[in-house]
């Protein structure tokens, strides 16, 4: 049986490397200080974003090797704060995890990747498979081109879907869940820049250690 265990290959340092922040070692509770803590109020995210929740950052790994961890789904077990357990269910290409921000809460993912322009899309939803409504739309960018350095620049826009708002399938739901996707809308910008950290930890760990980017688990 092969093992499959997101940051093996890591050791001891999983739990302890700098700039990463994942449910196991920062709980909701101590987390959500962290993320408010990055917000302002005299800023308020709908002034500033809109209906769009843009990150990036700078990633010392070779762009191409980034793109290709990314590109399989169960990445995301890696490098999110709450998402975990992928399975791929009898669809080709679609898994479900449990997402530990919400009690009981399957979220189910399709990965769309374009290994020309290292485009990685995640169509997601909370609860059913059937219509992946939460897209993430990534992009790794080879640094060397727009920054003058090798590396990686990573683009991650989410779009605020009028789905956030309104849980559109309400019988999917687990009973008596007390939150629902959107309730964190406020927080993404500083959720997604503390998951791009977490990104940026793993990756640059893995390539200053000689350890390839997509762990051997993934690859098999």
């Known amino acids: 049986m092969t093992v499959t265990t997101p940051l093996a290959d890591l050791g001891d340092q999983a739990m302890t490397l700098p700039g990463i922040t994942r449910i196991e070692s920062h709980p909701r509770k101590v987390a959500t200080p962290i993320l408010v803590d990055r917000l302002r109020s ?75 322009a290292m485009t990685v899309d995640y169509h997601c939803a909370w609860d059913q498979g059937n219509h992946l409504w939460m897209i993430y739309l990534m992009r790794v ?53 503390l998951e791009l950290e977490n990104l940026t930890a793993i990756a640059e760990y893995r390539h200053h250690n000689g350890l390839p980017l997509c762990p051997d688990w993934m690859r098999s």
């Open 42 to 116: 005299v800023y308020p995210h709908q002034q500033i974003y809109g209906d769009f929740c843009p990150v990036q950052g700078y990633v010392d790994a070779p762009p191409r090797d980034l793109y290709n961890w990314l590109s399989d789904t169960r990445s995301l077990e890696e490098w999110t704060y709450s998402l975990r357990g992928f399975t791929e269910t009898d669809e080709p290409g679609l898994w479900v995890a449990h997402d530990r921000l919400g009690d009981h809460t399957e979220i189910y993912t399709r990965t769309i990747a374009n290994p020309h």
């Open 141 to 193: 960018v080879d640094a060397q081109v727009v920054l003058d350095k090798p590396g990686s620049v990573v683009l991650w826009t989410n779009c605020h879907h009028p789905f956030y708002d309104d849980n559109p399938y309400p019988e999917t739901a687990p009973p008596e869940r007390p939150v629902w996707v959107g309730d964190f809308w406020d927080m993404f910008s500083a959720g997604h820049q």
